[in-house]
């Protein structure tokens, strides 16, 4: 009689494991069929989570004396981007058209590369601009391109300021 209760009491375990085990799955917070990704964890917290902004400006302009001095001074801005993101910044390209009284007076094309996390960087002397005042005079950005470390594009996270010695803002797309 024992090995018959035996027998039974394996033929019940046998049945009531697979019951438990599923209603175990079941009651899970993942589920029985859910999908676990074996991405490292590091790389899913990038991609889930909002980057922050990349602001640009031109928080000072220099009147340059020409050489020789028998041409007029000019001006000079001084292009800054910070990188206030949670993402390091692999390339930003940004072309930038300074007008003064409705009239372009010079452009730039700007290249930041590697920027790290909460870091800035400063382009010194870009341009010189055709005018003798650096006053009145505004910038149109337009970004050409912007791609975080991971491949990511930034386009939309950067962010021109009205503030500094020349105002920026993004270019009006007609």
Same mark, same amino acid.
């Given at each position: 009689?024992?090995?018959?209760?035996?027998?039974?009491?394996? %033929?019940?375990? /046998?049945?009531?494991?697979?019951?438990?085990?599923?209603?175990?799955?079941? #009651?899970?917070?993942? $589920?029985? $069929?859910?999908? %676990?990704?074996?991405?490292?964890?590091?790389?899913?917290?990038?991609?889930?989570?909002?980057? $922050?902004?990349?602001?640009?400006?031109?928080?000072?302009?220099?009147?340059?004396?020409?050489? !020789?001095?028998?041409?007029?001074?000019?001006? #000079?801005?001084?292009?800054?981007?910070?990188?206030?993101?949670?993402?390091?910044?692999?390339?930003? %390209?940004?072309?930038?058209?300074?007008?003064?009284? $409705?009239?372009?007076?010079? @452009?730039?094309? #700007?290249?930041?590369?590697?920027?790290?996390? !909460?870091?800035?960087?400063?382009?010194?002397?870009? @341009?010189?601009?055709? /005018?003798?005042?650096?006053?009145?005079?505004?910038?149109?950005?337009?970004?050409?391109?912007?791609?975080?470390?991971?491949?990511?594009?930034?386009?939309?996270? %950067?962010?021109?300021?009205?503030?500094?010695?020349?105002?920026?803002?993004?270019?009006?797309?007609?």
């Amino acid at each position: 009689m024992t090995l018959i209760a035996t027998l039974a009491g394996l %033929v019940a375990l /046998t049945g009531v494991l697979p019951v438990q085990a599923r209603a175990q799955d079941a #009651s899970h917070h993942l $589920g029985a $069929g859910a999908f %676990v990704s074996d991405q490292p964890l590091q790389e899913l917290l990038k991609k889930r989570r909002p980057k $922050g902004l990349i602001y640009l400006a031109v928080p000072q302009a220099i009147m340059v004396a020409n050489e !020789g001095g028998n041409k007029k001074p000019s001006c #000079s801005p001084q292009i800054q981007l910070t990188n206030s993101s949670n993402q390091t910044l692999e390339e930003l %390209v940004v072309g930038i058209r300074y007008k003064k009284a $409705g009239k372009t007076i010079g @452009s730039t094309l #700007s290249r930041f590369y590697l920027i790290k996390t !909460g870091k800035q960087d400063l382009h010194y002397f870009p @341009s010189v601009l055709d /005018t003798s005042a650096c006053e009145e005079t505004t910038g149109e950005v337009e970004v050409i391109q912007c791609l975080y470390d991971t491949g990511e594009s930034c386009a939309q996270d %950067v962010r021109p300021l009205e503030y500094g010695a020349v105002p920026l803002k993004i270019q009006d797309k007609k």
